[in-house]
Every structure is written in C-alpha cells, then in structure tokens.
C-alpha cells in the first residue's frame, strides 16, 4: 500500500518569508496529490491538489511542484502571512490492499511570525 | 449552506458506553468517509462508503461500525467506549475515490471519561 512522509512536522518563518513543505509517497501508481491545511480547531480544507500529469500547479501564492521520478512533491508558500500559520497535509491515493482512500502525511505545524 | 455536517460537536462519555454520531452531505457526492483524528494531529482514515455499500474497512476495532442510511448520510456507531477512542472524528465526502477532492465535516470531539 501506499506511504506518505511529510517533512519537516514544525517550521517557523517570519512574515513575508518563503515556506516549503516536502512528501514522498511510495506507490507509483499514485496519480492525485491534494494539500490540505487545517487551522486551529477548524476541518481540514483543500488548498491546492496536482496530478500526475503534469509538474507545478499554481494558485496566487501558493503553488505545488510534482517530481514522479522521484516520488516527491512540494508545497510552496510564498510572501507568508500570519493567517497561513496552521497544520498543512499532503495526501496521495491508496491503490493497494485497501482501495480507494487517501493516505495522510503527518502533517506540517507552520507558523508565521509578525 | 453547510455542506457536510455533523452531529454532535462534542461528545464526553463513560467508559463502557454506546455512542453514534451522525454525517450528513448535500453535496450530491457518491462517496463518503469517517477519519479519526488523533492528539497528535494524525489523520487516519477509518470507513468510506460508496452508493451504500462498504468500500474499505481499515484495521479498526469492530466496535465501531458505519451506518449509512442512503447517499446523503454516513452514521458512526461506537459501542463499548475506550479511553483511546478519545479524538476528534471527521465525516467526509466526495464524488470521486479517492483521487478527488474531499469536504470535511466540522468535525466531532469525543472525549471518553
């Protein structure tokens, strides 16, 4: 089945700073690779997804590259700012003995300092 | 409108009890899901059901059992509650599985005394 690493599980930068998430996921076949952030006491929500087919996906300041040779992908956070601060999760697609759910990072605590 | 919802918000219990928490999406999704959330953030995926039917059943204890009463409702049946069932548990849904995205409920804090 699928595993996913989530690197590092605590990064602080200051405002306006740059932040960059990394995963590895184990199974190639994995194809769909969505970013959740989760604030503080709230329900996790998608921020940015990209799929296999093609290498970086941008939206304003957030972005996620894709490197299936090598089975990791990134979220960048550019011009950070204090209401980024939350837990960030990346996610890939479990094909193998359980089908069909999404296997979570561990997650990224970020904070961002004023 | 609320998108996927759930029922309690918090929930604190004894040792021993039966509990249920109830899911509800309008979003007209064919796939819906239960996570438990531990105290160190980690997000487990627990059930998902597609069209009513069972689709994966990852290693949880057979104390918990989903319930899914048509395509808008996915039920979480808990009985003889642990201390280690203390966490936060997420309903989601979604149209496709699993390479789509997923909404998540506001989530349900279940506490066991």
């Known amino acids: 089945g699928e595993n996913v690493e989530q690197h590092p599980s605590?990064?602080?930068?200051?405002?306006?700073?740059?932040?960059?998430?990394?995963?590895?996921?184990?199974?190639?076949a994995s194809n769909y690779f969505p970013w959740y952030k989760q604030e503080l006491g709230k329900r996790p929500q998608l921020i940015i997804d990209i799929r296999s087919n093609?290498?970086?996906?941008k939206d304003q300041r957030i972005a996620v590259t894709l490197n299936k040779t090598a089975k990791h992908f990134s979220l960048h956070i550019t011009e950070t700012q204090p209401e980024d601060s939350a837990v960030y999760f990346c996610a890939a697609p479990n094909y193998g003995g359980s089908q069909g759910n999404l296997i979570f990072g561990k997650g990224t605590k970020l904070s961002v300092k004023p | 409108d609320t998108a996927v919802s759930q029922t309690p918000k918090y929930l604190v219990t004894q040792m021993g009890n039966d509990k249920s928490?109830?899911?509800?999406?309008?979003?007209?999704?064919?796939?819906?899901?239960?996570?438990?959330?531990?105290?160190k953030k980690f997000?487990?995926?627990?059930?998902?059901?597609?069209?009513?039917?069972?689709?994966?059943?990852?290693?949880?204890?057979?104390?918990?059992?989903p319930k899914s009463p048509d395509k808008a409702h996915l039920n979480l049946?808990?009985?003889?509650l642990e201390l280690g069932d203390s966490a936060v548990?997420?309903?989601?849904?979604?149209?496709?599985?699993?390479?789509?995205?997923?909404?998540?409920?506001?989530g349900t804090r279940l506490t066991v005394l």
């Open chain 2, 77 to 80: 049946h808990i009985n003889s």
């Open chain 2, 43 to 65: 997000l487990k995926i627990m059930f998902s059901y597609n069209n009513k039917e069972l689709i994966i059943n990852e290693t949880v204890p057979n104390r918990f059992s």
């Open chain 1, 10 to 28: 605590t990064l602080s930068v200051q405002e306006g700073d740059s932040a960059v998430i990394k995963c590895t996921y184990s199974d190639s």
């Open chain 2, 89 to 106: 548990y997420f309903c989601a849904s979604s149209q496709v599985m699993p390479a789509d995205e997923q909404f998540f409920g506001p």
């Open chain 2, 21 to 39: 928490i109830k899911c509800e999406q309008n979003l007209g999704h064919d796939t819906m899901y239960w996570y438990k959330q531990d105290s």
């Open chain 1, 54 to 57: 093609v290498g970086e996906k």
